[in-house]
Every structure is written in C-alpha cells, then in structure tokens.
C-alpha cells in the first residue's frame, strides 16, 4: 500500500521534480486534458473529478502520514485535480488553456482567502481542498476573462 499511494500521490514521480513539481504536475494535467479529458461529457468530466477528489485525498493522506508530514511536497495530485477542476469547459484553444493554467497556479501559490484557510483541513481533505478551491476560482476567471473577450 505505501508504494500505491507514493506513486499515485506523487503522480507517478513528477513529485519528486527538483524544481516546481506543483507545476510539472498542472502541466501533466493539462496535457491529459488536451489529449483526451475534454472530449468527456460534462457530467461524466465531474464524476470522473469528484473521484480523483476522493482516491486523491486517501493517497495523499496515507503518503503523508508515511513521512510525517502534514503537506509534503512530493505530494502532487492535488495540483493535478486543481488543474483539471479549472480546465473544466474550457475549449482546447491557445488563450483559454493558457488562462486556466496561469490562474490555477496564481491561486493554487497565492492562495488568497479563503482558499488558504483548507490548508487547516486535517489529513488529505487539507491537501486536496485548497487545490480544489484554486481550481474552481482559476476556472471561473478563466471563463470571466472568455465571456470578455
């Protein structure tokens, strides 16, 4: 089990990317997106995130617990579902996927209130939440920045 949730949480090693593994793991996501998530159904893009969501809170909470930390920085699939979370409805176009990457990784660094406050979350809701929070808030400037253009 410890070795399934080391890879899983780490998104098969990006973790452990010695420089922005945060952001390897957003442009991995990006890119699974561009290839094939997009062309999904909406409703089954959010079931497809809801789970990601939950197996990503149990192995992000089992791989921290192994290290003892409470937010380790090989822990990467919060960024990956942060990422997919604002890339939601977004169409495969230079400017909207370009917003919705800068956008999640301003909010996911930034994070202002109360995206920050999730961090305090115990466990793997804490790792997951706030990511999942920057996504949302990044998907839905995105989307203000489109409607605007």
């Known amino acids: 089990m410890r070795l399934f949730s080391r890879v899983f949480a780490t998104v098969f ?18 890119l699974v997106y ?14 497809l995130l809801a789970g990601l969501f939950f197996f990503g809170r149990a192995v ?3 791989y921290a617990s192994e290290l003892g930390q409470h937010d380790p920085k090989p822990v990467v699939i919060d960024e ?5 979370l604002a890339l939601f409805l977004v169409p495969v176009a230079w400017l909207p996927l370009t917003l919705a990457f800068i956008f999640f990784r301003f909010f996911d660094i930034i994070k ?3 995206i ?8 793997g809701w804490g790792i997951m939440a706030d990511d999942a929070a920057a996504g949302a808030a990044a998907g839905i400037a995105a989307h203000l920045i489109m409607l605007l253009t």
């Open 13 to 30: 090693g990006i973790g452990f990317f010695p420089k922005a593994p945060g952001t390897a793991s957003s442009a991995a996501a990006l």
């Open 34 to 47: 561009v290839l094939a998530l997009h062309k999904l159904a909406w409703p089954v893009y959010l079931l």
């Open 60 to 62: 992000s909470s089992s």
């Open 80 to 84: 990956a579902l942060g990422q997919l």
């Open 112 to 114: 202002p209130y109360p």
């Open 116 to 123: 920050g406050g999730l961090e305090k979350l115990p466990g």
